[in-house]
């Protein structure tokens, strides 16, 4: 089946510094792909649709040069929080709709905290 | 504005018992409605999606349009049925099918002995 793969799972930086996550659909090629933040105990928040080849779409009041997406081929999107500050601690979760069943599939998620 | 609402942030029943995770949505055109379920320490998985109308681990799910509704339903409930459940409304995007999911609060399901 279609699976996911997000690296890293977990991550500690220092204030400042910028974090790369990497999202890739292993045995399928995904033209978009869907970056989500939880809080704890709390639902997933739409930040961004990753499209291949071209800019990232943007939810509302998501800062798009806080997180910047690249989606450079048909199976890796990256997102890079940079000059991540302690507010920007969260879980991070990307999918991407397709493989056999079309349906959307999850990476295992990020945990990023910043100290 | 488009809106998924699960009203029942904690749901608690015994082993046995029916079971029904209730989902209303409010979009504009006709969106594909998914169940995604977490258990405990695991990943997303997605549990059924409303055009294929299948039953997966003993759950269904019915649209009704007319009530915007698309809850979950199991008659016999599972120890091992524990888990957090979201609702998922897709924006079909122009007749793709790669619109933004977006999410329910979730429902916390605990099924005791």
């Known amino acids: 089946g279609a699976v996911v793969s997000q690296h890293p799972s977990w991550v500690i930086c220092k204030s400042g510094t910028s974090v790369k996550i990497e999202c890739r659909s292993l045995?399928?090629?995904?033209?978009?792909m869907f970056w989500y933040r939880q809080f704890p105990k709390q639902s997933l928040m739409l930040m961004a649709t990753?499209?291949?080849?071209?800019?990232?779409?943007?939810e509302q009041g998501v800062e798009k040069d806080k997180f910047l997406i690249n989606h450079a081929s048909l199976t890796l999107s990256t997102l890079t929080v940079t000059s991540a500050h302690p507010e920007d601690s969260s879980f991070y979760i990307c999918?991407?709709?397709?493989?056999?069943?079309?349906?959307?599939?999850f990476g295992s998620g990020t945990r990023l905290t910043v100290v | 504005a488009q809106r998924v609402t699960q009203p029942e942030k904690l749901l608690s029943v015994f082993k046995g018992a029916p079971v029904e995770l209730k989902c209303n949505y409010s979009?504009?055109?006709?969106?594909?409605l998914f169940w995604y379920v977490q258990y405990s320490r695991q990943r997303l998985q997605l549990l059924l999606r409303?055009?294929s109308r299948e039953s997966i681990k003993g759950f269904t799910a019915d649209l009704n349009k007319g009530e915007t509704s698309f809850h979950l339903k199991k008659p016999f409930a599972q120890e091992e049925d524990s888990a957090m459940y979201y609702c998922?409304?897709?924006?079909?995007?122009?007749?793709?099918?790669?619109?933004?999911?977006?999410f329910g609060q979730g429902t916390i399901l605990t099924v005791h002995p």
């Open positions: 999918s991407a709709r397709g493989g056999q069943s079309d349906g959307y599939t």
């Open positions: 045995d399928f090629q995904a033209t978009t």
């Open positions: 990753s499209n291949e080849g071209s800019k990232a779409t943007y």
């Open positions: 979009y504009s055109g006709s969106p594909e």
């Open positions: 409303h055009i």
């Open positions: 998922a409304p897709s924006a079909n995007a122009g007749g793709t099918s790669y619109g933004k999911l977006t």
